[in-house]
């Protein structure tokens, strides 16, 4: 399986950006995925996950502004994201988990992982 992330970018405080993440394989729609980040010098952390049936998990601090949804007739997860803040500056990553393990916000539950997309929130 390859993921490919791409839509990150420069944005003000205030304002969207929308991810995408495109997985190869046929059994796209049965996999769990994720959306992780990493801003410099913390560690990799959970941000949104989204079951093969449309069930969505959020981290506390991004509920309310961002949403985590699924095409799985191109095989795309995306990540909308709204109301955009400094602190959500972070490279994005994608991930997916074949498997169904638990817990979706351990980064170890996913099989395989994006490049990664850098997202800026400008103050």
């Known amino acids: 399986v390859q993921l490919q992330a791409s839509g990150g970018g420069l944005v003000q405080a205030g304002g969207s950006l929308r991810l995408s993440c495109t997985a190869s394989?046929?059994?796209?729609?049965?996999?769990?995925m994720g959306w992780f980040r990493q801003a410099p010098g913390k560690e990799r952390e959970f941000v949104a996950a989204?079951?093969?049936?449309?069930?969505?998990y959020y981290t506390d601090s991004v509920k309310g502004r961002f949403t985590i949804s699924r095409d799985n007739a191109i095989n795309t997860v995306y990540l909308q994201m709204n109301s955009l803040k400094p602190e959500d500056t972070a490279v994005y990553y994608c991930?997916?988990?074949?498997?169904?393990?638990?817990?979706?916000?351990?980064?170890?539950?996913?099989?395989?992982w994006g490049q990664g997309t850098q997202v800026t929130v400008s103050s």
């Open positions: 394989g046929r059994a796209f729609n049965s996999y769990i």
């Open positions: 991930a997916a988990d074949l498997k169904g393990r638990e817990p979706l916000r351990r980064a170890t539950s996913y099989d395989y």
């Open positions: 989204i079951s093969w049936s449309g069930l969505t």
